[in-house]
């Protein structure tokens, strides 16, 4: 382990006292992130007094008003990101040539929109077979809360960090990250550290994120026949659409619902027809699944747009836009025949998901999440895709764009999380991994993203009966627990050149 920057204390907690504390406080962890779950913070329309809507910034309050009551120092930066802090203070008045720095623990507390099909209710954060359940329970509220039980384990046996340990408090991850840029501009960034935010091991990369949205103008059409009325499907670019919807207008449903059997018989999709006035929905729905890992759901957008290619609508431009999403998007989620089929070898294919669509009688949008290689460039992406776009007369409206994040498997910190992982699993088989997955360990230097999901966990994030294991809650609090020890005494993890 690398020396330490500053003399420690005399006495020193020992890492089973911690471990205690962790144990001794389950009960009350658990409840924290049950009554965190309840608060649904998606993400809403700005107001006067908050950025990102009242239900973000009811979690926000809720946090940090347990910490001011734990003990703990705040800052709420003008409604736009926080933080939770402790250590380090009493080491300035001993520091040599640098000053005290900070480790930073990026959180959020923003969700995904929750969807339809749960089981249960989406906010109530009920405990059934060891598992908490709830949207934002994995995705970020539970390992937010493993966390800060880490952060107060640590300080209840009294230790007293050479650094200073910060939770930040992300608003808006799952969207633009206007919070994170905001809170950067009037908090300086940390010196290293994680995000609770991805999956055990460690994350040493992450892909390249475009979010872009490809439209078309729809003419109105006069032609008597099957007529267009609209299309719709999907909740946010980063989650696999699990419904869509078509209407539609004509003297006569019957050949259009005999399409719709057969259809169904031949792949066994999920759709159902009903009258809506004189016009006729057609539903198609499918499994949500995240954004980075869309082939572990079923797009609805894709099983619609599969079944209204058989249907001659009276607008051409309707009939274009469906015949290139089934050309050139169908059901592939790496771009290969969109143009954009790249690849390299230490992150794999490149990952394509289709979020949203919505057309109606004047124009045609499509909102995709893209996670490129990391040896692959933003330009490559929308290079290989201008020919088919001119073809069928779309036009590319770029949304969002993240760099990659890469940190060699060999580099301090990540070797450092590495143990302490291991040493608390066992685990010597899994090595650090590049994800497609975004995380704020992008928005500060020399950080990487660090759990809470195991190897052998399914990944509910962004999916219904998204949920935490109570055991994993705890385990990620201690293994947190003890990074934040070894870190906080540790050398600067400098960024390796």
Not at 11 to 27: D, F, G, H, R
Request: aromatic share 8%; charged share 30%; net charge negative.
């Amino acid at each position: 382990m690398d020396t330490p920057a500053y003399d420690l204390k005399e006495q020193e907690p020992t890492l089973s006292e911690i471990q205690q504390k962790i144990e001794e406080n389950e009960a009350e962890m658990i409840q924290t992130l049950q009554e965190l779950i309840a608060i649904k913070s998606v993400e809403e329309p700005e107001t006067e007094e908050f950025p990102f809507g009242e239900g973000v910034h009811q979690a926000l309050h809720y946090i940090l008003k347990k910490a001011e009551s734990d003990g703990f120092r705040t800052r709420n930066v003008d409604e736009f990101g926080a933080h939770i802090e402790f250590g380090g203070t009493q080491y300035q008045d001993q520091k040599k040539e640098t000053e005290v720095e900070t480790i930073g623990i990026l959180t959020h507390l923003d969700v995904v929109p929750e969807g339809d099909g749960w089981k249960g209710e989406p906010y109530s954060g009920e405990i059934t077979d060891g598992k908490i359940f709830g949207r934002g329970s994995s995705d970020d509220k539970g390992p937010l809360i493993a966390a800060y039980f880490a952060m107060r384990a640590l300080r209840d046996v009294g230790y007293e960090p050479q650094k200073k340990v910060r939770l930040i408090l992300g608003l808006d991850e799952e969207t633009n990250w206007r919070g994170m840029e905001y809170y950067l501009k009037k908090v300086p960034p940390v010196d290293f550290g994680f995000a609770p935010d991805a999956k055990f091991p460690v994350i040493h990369g992450e892909m390249g994120l475009l979010v872009f949205e490809i439209a078309k103008k729809i003419n109105k059409s006069v032609t008597k026949g099957i007529v267009f009325r609209g299309m719709s499907g999907g909740l946010a670019a980063n989650v696999v659409a699990d419904q869509a919807r078509l209407l539609l207008r004509s003297d006569s449903y019957d050949a259009i619902k005999e399409k719709l059997a057969q259809f169904k018989e031949e792949t066994g999709y999920d759709l159902t027809a009903r009258q809506r006035g004189k016009s006729l929905e057609i539903e198609a729905k499918g499994k949500t699944a995240h954004g980075a890992e869309p082939w572990k759901g079923l797009n609805a957008i894709s099983v619609l747009m599969a079944f209204a290619k058989h249907i001659s609508f009276t607008n051409e431009d309707v009939n274009d836009f469906i015949e290139f999403y089934n050309n050139h998007i169908a059901w592939e989620t790496d771009g290969a025949s969109f143009g954009c089929g790249l690849s390299d070898e230490i992150s794999g294919n490149l990952i394509l998901n289709v979020g949203m669509l919505k057309v109606d009688e004047g124009a045609a949008r499509l909102l995709i999440n893209v996670r490129y290689p990391l040896t692959v460039t933003e330009e490559a992406v929308f290079r290989g895709m201008e020919e088919i776009l001119e073809a069928y007369n779309l036009g590319l409206i770029k949304k969002e764009h993240k760099l990659p994040l890469y940190r060699p498997v060999d580099d301090a910190l990540v070797q450092t999380l590495m143990q302490v992982y291991q040493k608390h699993t066992g685990d010597k088989k899994n090595k650090p991994i590049v994800i497609g997955g975004a995380t704020f360990a992008r928005a500060m230097p020399n950080t990487v993203a660090f759990g809470a999901l195991f190897p052998e966990e399914e990944n509910r994030m962004h999916q219904k009966d998204e949920s935490i294991s109570l055991d994993s809650l705890k385990k990620a609090a201690s293994i947190y627990a003890e990074a934040i020890f070894r870190l906080a005494d540790a050398k600067k993890y400098s960024e390796k050149k």
